[in-house]
């Protein structure tokens, strides 16, 4: 590797400082002809990053990791996780690193980070490669997240290398280069945890205060305090995906972090037809995952974070086990609260109304939207010209026309508010046909339709005329959607 001292930005080392047991220092890969494929140049700037910079040569290098500023020292984080419900010990960065924190114009630390830049030793029988296809689809759907209003990690670029990456067929191979507010999952607490060191789960614990919750430092208990703020955190983050009809697909415990970002997009989707059974990653036969799973899922990963800070919360076991039962306990109430304030906006509901009658209504909805099968975005946002008055495009979305007819009229009893859905309810999401023609585009070398479905998603508020086709479902032959880990 190569230093650059041309690249106006400085990486601090903070993580690898604080929690060496945790790091491993490591270098990325060459990347033989590395080849911009796509830059957020909205987001490079807010970080402070300077667009013209990275689409450099040195930029292409450091945005694939082979040449850093001065003083960057790039580590693989170890963690650990429950995969499917099953312990791993050591997983870990496998095919990722983080390069460092940089800090944007305003103060705020971010990590940059890269996957698909080679293996490591968290690699296990893994290439630590990633194809084209898969890295493009974690830019499409972070950002179109991003533009949803819902937390996550942020995409970058992501840069061609000019290897080849085998996979089912030989295929082109990239870089993500990704930002979040940090890489702490709850698996990094397990990995922490099951080291028996209590002094490195305390510094964790410290460094995850003070990234994310500095508040908690003042707490009377501060490491509850902080159990309690992730659970905030991540019963919102649950109830915004179930809002926007996103299934994450692989919530193991190493893909749930710890400041409330969405993280790994690897098997997820967007419901289409309303159906609350939804799988899509090909490997999850159980339906452990799917879309109505999520938030029983996320308080179960919650327990696993619990237990992994009992040393913290109390020196008597059975009273740590007692206070992180108690705040456990809160995870339902938020999350329901989170949901049903959300989904009153999707109503356009937002005057001091009977919360018994408002419950009701989003109840007898579902049942109607799950009868029907009715496409979950078009729903909402077709409800929103309903508001104004058009009911009947929104209507011909349902077999069931007396039942909607007669849920329409209570609906508007409560006097929906058309201007509040038109801005909660999005007209496009990357709907999982028109992410499959982009990547399959993409990978045959043509990043039109990635480009157009882009622009589209990142308003996805905004109808536009000549992008119908992004607001439209699925064709019927589009057949049942599968998703795929690790690729
Ligand atoms: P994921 O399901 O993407 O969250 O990955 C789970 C684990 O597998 C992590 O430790 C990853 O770093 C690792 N992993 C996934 N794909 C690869 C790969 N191609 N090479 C090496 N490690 C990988
Ligand atoms: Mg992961």
Known sequence: MSVTPQLALTLDNRFARELSEMAVPWQADDAPRPRLLVLNEVLATTLGLDPAML?????????????????????????????????SPRLGDGRALLLGELTDPTGRLHDLHLKGSGRTPFARGGDGLAAVGPMLREYLISEAM?????????????????????????????????????????????????????????????????????????????????????????????AQWMLVGFVHGVMNT?????????????????????????????????????????????????????????????????????????????????????????????????GPQDEAVILKLIDDLLTLLETDRVDYTSFFRLLGAAAGGDAGPMRSLFADQQGVGDW???????????????????????????????????????????????EAIVSPYQERTGLERYAAAAPADFGVYRTYCGT
């Not at 992410?435 to 157009?452: I, K, S």
């Open 146 to 238: 991003h533009a949803l209003g819902v937390p996550t990690t942020r995409a970058l670029a992501v840069v061609a290398t000019g290897r080849s990456v085998r996979r089912d067929t030989e295929l082109p191979g990239a870089v993500l280069a990704r930002v979040a507010d940090s890489h702490l999952r709850v698996g990094s607490f397990q990995y922490a945890q099951a080291t028996g060191d209590v002094g490195l789960l305390r510094r964790l614990a410290d460094h995850a205060v003070a990234r994310h919750y500095p508040a908690a430092a003042q707490s009377e208990q501060p490491y509850l305090a902080l159990f309690k703020a992730v659970l905030t955190a991540q019963a919102s983050l649950v």
């Open 55 to 87: 689409r450099s040569p040195d930029g292409l290098r450091l945005l694939t990791g082979t040449s850093l500023p001065d003083g960057a020292a790039p580590v693989a984080q170890a963690y650990s996780g429950h995969q499917f419900g099953g312990f």
């Open 408 to 454: 329409v009229e209570r609906w508007r009893a409560l006097k929906p508010d058309a201007a509040l859905m038109a801005g909660t309810n999005p007209a496009y999401i990357p709907r999982n046909h028109l992410v499959e023609e982009a990547l399959n585009a993409a990978t045959a070398g043509n990043l039109a339709p990635f480009e157009r479905l882009l």
């Open 254 to 350: 190493d893909n749930m972090t710890i400041s409330g970002e969405t993280i790994d997009y690897g098997p997820c989707a967007f419901l289409e037809g309303f159906d609350p059974a939804t799988v899509y990653s090909s490997i999850d036969e159980s339906g452990r995952y799917a879309y109505a799973n999520q938030p029983v899922v996320a308080e179960w990963n919650l327990a696993r974070l619990a237990e992994a800070l009992l040393p913290l919360l109390h020196d008597e076991q059975d009273q740590a086990v007692a206070l992180a039962t108690e705040a456990l306990s809160g995870f339902r109430q938020q999350y329901g609260d989170a949901w049903s304030a959300g989904m009153k906006t999707k109503l356009g509901l937002s």
